[in-house]
């Protein structure tokens, strides 16, 4: 069984910056893959980001250039690093692991507004 637990949502400036951290107890390895999708309210959940066990990245058009991924296998935390937020950034943020299953977490919220 794994536990992920996100931190580090909250309220912004348009323009402002970010950081989510997701940590995961339980057994997962570095060849694990793990990521961020988010949810907007009446809105589909979508895929922000993902990070394979070799490190490579993926990221969701809209966010490309702005959001950076990252992951510390020693800590078996991945990162989100948000800058350049923009109000439509304004959503439920959920990590996920992949192991023989997939695993969540709570969700966090990050409100992007004036």
């Known amino acids: 069984q794994v536990h992920l637990v996100e931190s580090g949502g909250g309220l912004v400036q348009p323009g402002g910056s970010l950081r989510l951290s997701c940590a995961a107890s339980?057994?997962?390895?570095?060849?694990?893959?793990m990521g961020w999708y988010r949810q907007a309210p009446e809105k589909q959940r979508e895929l922000v980001a993902r990070?394979?066990?070799?490190?490579?990245?993926n990221y969701a058009d809209s966010v490309k250039g702005r959001f950076t991924i990252s992951r510390d296998n020693a800590k078996n935390t991945v990162y989100l690093q948000m800058n350049s937020l923009k109000p439509e950034d304004t959503a439920v943020y959920y990590c996920?692991?992949?192991?023989?299953?997939?695993?969540w977490g709570q969700g966090t919220q990050v409100t992007v507004s004036s």
């Open positions: 339980g057994t997962i390895f570095s060849f694990n893959p």
């Open positions: 990070i394979s066990g070799g490190d490579s990245t």
């Open positions: 996920y692991v992949l192991t023989d299953r997939l695993f």
